[in-house]
């Protein structure tokens, strides 16, 4: 027994030290730039040359940075829109519409994020060209859209499987549409949730390189700006300044989407007030719930 608890013990010894030595790999590379970008010497070496918040200083009045956040906040509040319409569709008649069809588009709509990046952009380069507007805006638009689809898609299906089936059931039951008990019902309920795809699918397009580096015309996105600066080596304190401010954004953009995912699912599982009857319909086909 106690030989037992021993291997237990060593093996967990064992498992977190290759956790900590994961995550020292996977991170410390990323927590190296926001050290450097305060360092005072277009160097990223060691030892620092001291504290300085020149290169900050750098980034504004700069019109070509500002013309490339300006047009990847555009794109990405458009292709995050639009995957997030998506997403809501697929996952709820994946779920709710009980058809073979309905199935394959959301297996369909969530192999984007199994498909390499480069094979995504090319196919992509090749539709705009054969369309005819070849790569612009509109392209990295429809590209973000696709690569940004599958996110939503998984955090939609989660939210609205997570929803008990009682609650549509009664909706249905008392003679509302499925259209009414979509829009009064469900989708109420999974506000959260879609709050925490449309921000997980903005950041999946702001971040993008690889399709947009296909698409892009002459209006580049920012990760094609801060790619092109890093042909130039003095540069690079500059670009590791920005990285560090878009580190720092997406951090919290992401926190906020998983605290809003979690509070959406942690509502559903909260039982219902005693003082709450059944909901009834009202002549327009609305539902409302009714004190006892």
């Not at 059931?169 to 019902?185: H, I, Y």
Request: charged letters at 10%.
């Amino acid at each position: 027994m106690n030989t037992a608890r021993l291997d237990a013990k060593q093996g967990g010894g064992w498992l977190g030290a290759y956790v900590l030595a994961y995550l020292v790999f996977l991170y410390l590379p990323i927590l190296l730039i926001p050290l450097f970008s305060f360092n005072n010497s277009i160097q990223a070496v060691f030892p620092l040359q001291g504290f300085t918040l020149e290169w900050y200083g750098t980034l504004v009045g700069n019109s070509a940075l500002s013309g490339a956040l300006a047009t990847s906040l555009v794109i990405g509040a458009i292709a995050a829109t639009g995957a997030t319409l998506c997403g809501i569709t697929v996952s709820y008649m994946d779920l709710y519409g009980r058809s073979p069809l309905a199935a394959t588009i959301s297996a369909i709509a969530r192999l984007p994020i199994l498909i390499p990046g480069v094979i995504v952009g090319i196919s992509l380069l090749i539709l705009v060209n054969l369309a005819g507007f070849g790569p612009s805006r509109i392209a990295i638009v429809l590209g973000h859209v696709l690569v940004a689809l599958p996110t939503t898609v998984v955090v939609m299906r989660s939210r609205f499987a997570a929803i008990p089936k009682t609650i549509r059931e009664a909706a249905l039951d008392l003679g509302a549409s499925d259209w009414t008990t979509f829009r009064r019902v469900m989708l109420p309920l999974s506000l959260p949730a879609i709050i925490s795809a449309f921000m997980l699918a903005f950041l999946t397009s702001f971040d993008e390189f690889i399709v947009a580096f296909f698409l892009a015309g002459t209006e580049p996105t920012l990760p094609l700006y801060i790619w092109s600066q890093l042909r130039f080596p003095k540069s690079l304190p500059t670009v590791m300044a920005l990285g560090t401010a878009i580190l720092a954004v997406s951090f919290v953009i992401a926190a906020l989407a998983e605290i809003l995912r979690h509070r959406g699912l942690a509502a559903t599982r909260r039982p219902a007030p005693a003082s709450l009857s059944k909901p009834e319909e009202t002549e327009r086909g609305e539902l409302q719930w009714h004190s006892t």
